[in-house]
């Protein structure tokens, strides 16, 4: 839907019937995931395997400036043991900063 809003966005753009709209959009993509999948290819770990990993996918995602906005839909794989302990630490530090706002809140209240 969005890529049919943007192809007409533009005050000059030719009106064109719907299946060259989408075999224009399929092109398009089709080019786009060959460019994300070649520069991820050569700047990643699977080059030796020759492979092409998830991780050389997340890598080019988090490290390329043009790649950047999949960030969030091609994140870094992490061990469910690791997330769950980030989460303890991140619940920690919260309960940390509570306690620490309710000690100078108690202060503030003696003075």
Known sequence: MLPKLVM???PQVIRLPQPPKLLGLQATMELFVQCLATHSYR???GKEKKVLTYSDLANTAQE???FQFLADILPKKILASKYLK???EEKREEDEENDNDNESDHDEAES
Do not use: Y
């Open 86 to 88: 980030m989460l303890k």
């Open 64 to 66: 390329s400036e043009t």
């Open 8 to 10: 007409n966005a533009g």
């Open 43 to 45: 700047h990643g770990s």
